[in-house]
């Protein structure tokens, strides 16, 4: 099998010629490297893309930013008052500091806002699939439409509006849907094959297993209805825990989902949760690119993936990292190194 078909194998919960070990990106590598080459032919690869034209806000909104020392402010026109959003910089990372929205009033403003659809751009996504031909699946990310408050409000706000004004939560989801199913079925008509749906971790981690079913479940299994009618994959992607959100998952009508993280970063038992699956989920990940595969040895990387392909595999599963994107040349000779391993078990 090429690394493609062995890919498509596994997300259709079949038995590939041996389990996928997928790299999920580039990490920190450059990727015009030879050690990025050399991950690509050695490996399942999955390459991550954007030009899908999912956008909330659209093409009609008025934007403006400018820099203020260390920060980025940035003002959101719409017909009730503006919007500013701040994000502060230091010399390691960067985060939004101020937050767009606070209270259930600036919902309204969000809705106020002039929409018009964003035309995707296919050029990205087929550029990566010339580069990797048969050796890689390539995915198209897709926005969740929990991802909408919660990109626009605190962490805290965002719990706060689903306790205090749960119904204006689900108004902005609702015509988030809208807006996102609309662009979606666009971008399938132009050309894209595959998606990764980004965000349900949003309301699994911090609002919990009803407002997962009440504000998730739903949309997704829209969004997936889509991409089937259309003949494209619905990959999902979901940190932390997620023993407790198996059944929804297969609700929702997904093809695979990542990272099913192994403790202490999720709660995910491999055995368990195949058997709970019942084979319609493909379950994808499973090791922490950071902590694991690039901070292990070698030897102790490849007893790991001995392990997890002995309790998971062969059918249904691919074993790979958590999408962190920052793993470094160790990790990705790791992962190389698991795919040996998994050639030796097959």
Known sequence: MTSKERLMTAFACGTPDRVPVAPFGMGALDHDSAIADELIRKTDFIASTGGSGISFLGAAVQVESHNEGNRTITIIQTPHGPLRRVVTRTDITSATTEFPCETADDVEKLL????????????????????????????????????????????????????????????????????????????????????????????????????????????????????????????????GPLMDYLDLLIEIGMDACDCFEAAPWGDTDLPKAKERLQGKVCIVGNLDDMEVIDKLDEQSVRRIARRRIEEAGPDGFVLGGTASGTYTEKAARNFMAMAEVSKEMA
């Open 112 to 239: 106020s806002i002039p929409y018009e659809p964003v035309k995707p751009d296919p050029t990205s996504f087929n550029a990566w699939k010339d580069r990797v031909g048969d050796e890689a699946v390539v995915l198209a990310g897709c926005i969740d439409p929990i991802c909408v408050p919660a990109e626009f409000f605190s962490p805290e706000d965002f719990c706060l509006l689903w306790i205090d004004a749960p119904d204006a939560m689900k108004e902005l989801v609702d015509v988030a849907t809208v807006r996102i199913l609309e662009s979606l079925e666009t971008a399938c008509k132009a050309g894209f094959d595959a998606f990764r749906i980004v965000g349900g971790e949003y309301a699994s981690t911090q609002l919990g297993p009803k407002a997962f079913n009440e504000l998730v479940v739903g949309p997704d299994r829209q969004m997936c209805e889509v991409m089937h009618e259309y003949g494209a994959l619905a990959y999902n992607h979901n940190h």
